[in-house]
Structures are given as structure tokens and as C-alpha cells.
């Protein structure tokens, strides 16, 4: 995965365990994209604090999921379901019946891993 | 959802969060069913010590879910991937067309929620 995308997952997960300070400046990062230079003028401090204070975040968010694998987990489900939703469109053109066990098969998987 | 069955729910999201000493007494509580008396006397600590940990740790873990919600978004995902389960099982009984739209709907559905 596309390191910002894996930061901006596990910020979606596990960001409100962060402080609203961390939380603040860690957002202008990955999803409003300014530069460490912009958010240090904005917040009045140091360049190299905010890159830290990233880093650290960054830390903390990958260490929550080292522990709870709650973002593999849950990619995991999405990706059998998303799985399932192509194979009825496919059935819907094919009639292929054996489509249908496919989805019964692989939604009985999801229910188990969930 | 009854008390003991979303402890163990929350423990089971949330409890790689707690420490060890924790972990171990939520345990023996919640999934081997022993009293605080015995947990007392297994620990070397007051049953009333017992009782707070338990107590403290409920806490923590409910703390966890009020701010990130996923116990919430997972049974809410499996509950929808059982329902497509049991639709798919009736299609093969009946033929019948409307369920695969239902089935096309709440896996789309389910993909964005999760």
C-alpha cells in the first residue's frame, strides 16, 4: 500500500486515540497535504518539531495495529466483499449458477474471520 | 447484548491494549468464569482489588469503542454478510431474481460502511 494511504487507514482507525494537538497537525499532513514548513509557521513551532511530532504519531498509529490488526482485518472483509459484489454482477449477465456458490462460499468465510 | 458476552467482545477488539496483569485477571473473569474470590487468592491480592481491576479495565476497554466504534462497525458488517449468506441459500431454493438485487445492494452497502 502507498505509504500515505496506509498512514490516512490507520489514521481512520486509530486517530481519536491520538491528542487533539497530534490529531490537528497530523491531519494537515496526510489529508490536507501541507508541508512541514506550512504547519510549523500555522502552529509556531519548529520545522523539525512537527516532523518529529509525524513521526511520532506515525509511531503510535502503527503500533496500535501491531497490536489490535484491526485495519488488516477489516481491508481483508472489504476486499471478499467487494469480491462477492463483482460475482452477482457477473451472474447477472452469466446465469453461471456456479457463481452462486462462490458467493455462498466466500460470505461464509467473511462471517468466519470476522 | 448481554454484559458478559460484550466484554468479551470489547476484549476481544481492545484487550491487546491492556497490560498483562490485566489482561491475565480479565481473563480468568470473563472467559474461565472463576470469582474474584478464587482470582484473589490465585493472585496473591484482595477480592476487592479483583473487583476494582475488573472494574478499571471495563472501563478502558468501553472507553476504547466510545471513541473508535469498531465492535460497532464490525457487527454491523457481519450482521449484513449473514443476511447475504442466508439470501444467497434462498436463491438457490427459489430462483428467484429479487434476491440476487438484494444481495447486489447490501454488499454495496457494506463496502461503504467499511
Chains 1, 2 share one sequence.
Do not use: P, T, W
Amino acid at each position: 500500500m502507498e505509504e500515505k494511504v496506509e498512514q490516512a487507514y490507520l489514521y481512520d482507525f486509530y486517530g481519536e486515540l491520538l491528542n487533539e494537538h497530534q490529531r490537528r497537525i497530523y491531519e494537515d499532513f496526510i489529508f490536507h497535504d501541507l508541508s512541514l514548513g506550512e504547519i510549523a509557521s500555522c502552529e509556531g513551532i519548529s520545522r523539525q518539531g512537527v516532523h518529529d511530532l509525524i513521526k511520532r504519531c506515525n509511531k503510535l498509529l502503527a503500533g496500535y495495529e501491531s497490536k489490535l490488526h484491526l485495519v488488516k482485518k477489516f481491508l481483508d472483509a472489504k476486499r471478499n466483499v467487494e469480491k462477492i459484489h463483482s460475482l452477482v454482477k457477473e451472474f447477472k449477465k452469466s446465469q453461471n449458477e456456479a457463481l452462486i456458490e462462490e458467493i455462498e462460499q466466500i460470505s461464509n468465510q467473511i462471517i468466519e474471520e470476522l
